[in-house]
């Protein structure tokens, strides 16, 4: 769809667009703890950010600040250019489909819906709220209490109840967290399908990997109130710059090594007496001891070994190997490095039997670097 | 053998039971059909005149509305002060908060003679004359620290995150007040004042104390004892009887249709 389109399809339905959402310096503290910390964080209009961490690391924090529930320590909020730090919440062109739901149990799933078109006087508010509870698939539970739901059921009550008011930026904390598999793709294409047509700015909070890098535009990971690091999904994917992002986000083989030389823009690393090569662009830190890393699926496993000039190269025995059906996993034992994680697609080969020498070997250009300090297990028993 | 004895123990205990409590309203019931003479002690054979005349004897009536009306006035004055307080009390932290929490429950547990000497005490220094207002007054102050204690449970039950949904749905503060809060307090603070009421009919010991030569229900009864409690007496305390069963009643029936409703629903 052309963009002269999608703005007539906007200004047709008569709704808000998205607007910029940026938050500048932003700490909140209890007491002496520190839930976010000096995070800033510019939101174009109409993307779809997601935010990626751990439990307790801040995400609920943050979106309780941006929605006004919560007054920051420090900092500031705008809002498609006003500052809204000061603004009470009802005030704020922000909806939030909570994380607890927080569905009114006095009320119908209906008057639920229609409670926000409500306050802000829409004469239409009772045929939208109906149209929002059948696009969740709920139009014939519409006089049911809450408490007669399910909790999927409920979760899709919340989400109706703030899409249908079309505000300018909206909050999703974890909202579908409760639904079978079969409904979230579902639910994850309709958010998708109305944040494009609409153009509203999403801010969505979720522990699903996958969701987060499927549906957003530009993916945020956060660990213990600040934020590790920020990108589009495929960019944070392929060069992680903290161990915690590589851990974290998918699993990676993280290795300690001493930076030995470089030449042509790739650095040469001894890890444990191997020369492990990557491109210096690729690497926060290119002096002294560093972390080299590489994913699972970057590497080739075989019986024999690759000789191809130019590969990075180590070999080891194998510890175990699992089969899933289409891959194969393997763990493999390499001298001096550890345990090195590996699969191979299921093509009527077997590279290798448990206990058997096996050579691994990639491009070095799949390779990262992160800095030495780190702990190679930072972000592993979060994710 | 043994399993049939036990089979049978808690129905009839429970029976008994039952018969205890209901035996003494029972009595009430079935002397107000009694053609009394000048006490109601003894069965004298039956009349419709006491439910006819209500009235008839002196002051019964008289009595029964100023309970009625004290009752009335105490009950909306201490469930809206009541309820403030209760407020107040879990959603505002202050200074000496544990203490006032201890402090409410004082007039509660203090004796009522107690408490009655102590307002009639104060009423005398404060110079005013004894009748209805200060019946009310000492009412409220019972009564109140009865609905901060009934509200208070309600209100810490009420999830916060509520109020935070409405106000994120743009109602302002007022707004969510009566469209959420207050909804959700209500069955709360209908209990607390129904109490309330009760409590305010029901007292005798610190009207006593504090109502000079005003009459309430209670009142009466109490010095018509010592003469002989008149039929009209019965004909009362069995249609409040007769009336908190037929609210009962009622609500059961509304609660069931509200139930076959919903199944319906479904
Ligand atoms: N009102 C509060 N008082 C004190 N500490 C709080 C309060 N609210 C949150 N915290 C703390 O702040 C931290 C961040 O909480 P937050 O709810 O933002 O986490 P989260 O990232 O949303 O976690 P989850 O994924 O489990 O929902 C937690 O350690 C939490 O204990
Ligand atoms: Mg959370």
Known sequence: MDTETQTTRRRARGSSEGADLELTGICKRFAEFIAVDQLDLVVPSGKFFALLGPSGCGKSTTLRMIAGLEAPSEGSISIGGQDVTELPSHKRPVNTVFQSYALFPHMSVLENVAFGLKRKKDREAMPKAKAALEMVELGHLATRKPAQLSGGQQQRVALARALVNRPQVLLLDEPLGALDMKLRRQMQLELKTIQTEVGLTFIHVTHDQEEAMTMADVVAVMNEGRIEQLGPPRELYELPRTAFVANFLGKSNLMRGTVSGQEDQLLSVDVAGNRILLPAARAVATEGEIMVGIRPEKLQISATEDTTAGMNRLDGIVKDASFTGTTTEYLIEVEGIGLIGTFAQNRGQQPGEMGQRVFLSWDPVHTFGLRGSESELAGVEEA | ?266
């Not at chain 2, 607390?192 to 309430?216: C, R, W």
Request: aromatic fraction near 12%; include cysteine.
């Open chain 2, 1 to 266: 053998m043994k399993q049939k004895l036990g089979r049978w123990i808690i129905p009839v205990l429970g029976g008994l039971a039952f018969v205890y409590l209901l035996v003494p309203i029972a009595y009430i019931f079935v002397y107000s059909f009694n053609d009394a003479g000048r006490t109601n002690l003894e069965w004298r054979g039956f009349t419709w005149s006491n439910w006819q005349n209500p009235c008839g004897a002196p002051a019964v009536c008289e009595s029964l509305v100023n309970s009625l009306q004290i009752g009335l006035l105490a009950t909306v004055i201490a469930t809206a002060l009541g309820t403030c307080v209760a407020l107040g009390l879990v959603r505002y932290k202050f200074r000496f908060r544990n203490a006032t929490d201890i402090l409410i429950i004082l007039p509660l547990a203090t004796p009522e003679v107690v408490l009655g000497a102590a307002l009639l005490a104060q009423f005398l220094n404060l110079g005013w004359e004894l009748g209805f207002t200060t019946i009310v007054i000492s009412h409220v102050v019972f009564c109140m620290a009865f609905v901060i204690v009934t509200v208070r449970a309600r209100v810490s039950a009420l999830d916060p995150r509520l109020e935070e949904a409405a106000a994120d749905l743009y109602a302002n503060p007022r707004t969510t007040f009566w469209k959420v809060t207050f909804p959700l307090l209500l069955p709360g603070i209908i209990a607390a004042a129904m109490l309330s009421f009760a409590m305010s009919f029901d007292d005798f010991i610190i009207t006593n104390f504090n109502s000079g030569n005003v009459q309430t229900f209670p009142k009466f009864i109490y010095v018509a004892a010592t003469r002989g409690i008149p039929a009209q007496a019965n004909v009362i305390g069995s249609a409040m009887f007769l009336l908190a069963l037929l609210v009962v009643i009622i609500a059961q029936i509304m609660s069931y249709r509200k139930r076959k409703a919903l199944e319906k629903a479904q």
